[in-house]
């Protein structure tokens, strides 16, 4: 089930709320508006779009027995499904550790996945993304954000590209389910700046290094230039401009 909403707060917190207050969903139930008032990313950041312009829209599943620990490839099927969209509408796109979606070196669309749990296991996963499609300009003070108009020159039906992204999605959370390591496989495959030697900063500073790997619980492994791996969790690491 799909639903629409002119005007929101924001589609994850009102899935939450929602959640957190008794009402029930099913596997999958989607709500997607044209204006979020208070939309925001990891950690609080705002997260800027046009009036109906873009993508913004969350999904609510409940993974069946899923620890906390191994919430991970969660966040790689609907990265996978926003790249399998979009690598059918122009070249270049990879995926950003952990879940950004990037064109070249263009932030296009951001994911914000927030959970449930009972006990150590997920019971409810609201998964939120927004994806910039028909915007032209960008106002904000965010560094690198582009759209898919911008690169392509096209307009797109938001419904239309909603559709796609969640059919995508349920076939991979499926995968995922049944085969993790092959949907890890096809995560690292997509993978921005992977065996590629680029600049990074850390709490001790600036180092050149190169992504070796990520663990099945999502960390980041880099192997620096004295061959030392250093191998963070979210936030731990920044990825440098590419001069």
């Known amino acids: 089930m799909i639903t629409h909403l002119d005007i929101c707060v924001s589609t994850n917190k009102m899935l939450l709320d929602d959640l957190r207050t008794g009402i029930t969903y099913p596997d999958g139930y989607t709500i997607y508006t044209s204006f979020q008032s208070s939309g925001y990313g990891q950690i609080g950041n705002h997260w800027e779009s046009e009036s109906g312009k873009n993508l913004l829209f969350s999904m609510v599943i409940h993974p069946s027995e899923v620890h906390a620990s191994e919430q991970f490839f969660i966040s790689e099927a609907i ?8 690598r059918n509408e ?13 064109w070249k070196d263009k932030k296009i669309a951001g994911i914000l996945i927030e959970n449930n ?6 019971k409810d996963c609201v998964i939120g993304v927004g994806l910039n499609l028909n915007q032209e300009v960008f106002t904000s003070d965010a560094p690198n954000p582009i759209s898919l108009t911008n690169i392509t020159g096209n307009a797109y039906n938001i419904a239309d590209v909603l559709n796609k992204i969640r059919n995508n999605f349920l076939r991979l959370y499926s995968l995922g389910v049944t085969d993790r390591e092959k949907l890890h496989s096809m995560y690292m495959k997509h993978l921005f700046r992977f065996g590629v030697n680029a600049s990074y900063s850390d709490c001790n500073g600036d180092f050149f290094g190169k992504i070796t790997a990520v663990s099945p619980d999502g960390h980041i492994h880099i192997t620096d230039t004295d061959n030392k791996e250093r191998i963070y969790a979210f936030k731990e690491v920044n990825f440098k401009a590419t001069p």
Do not use: C, R, S, V
């Open 117 to 122: 749990l009972a006990g150590a296991f997920i």
């Open 79 to 86: 990265a996978l499904a926003i790249y399998e969209y979009l």
């Open 90 to 102: 122009t070249t270049d796109i990879t995926i950003k550790w952990p879940n950004d979606i990037y």
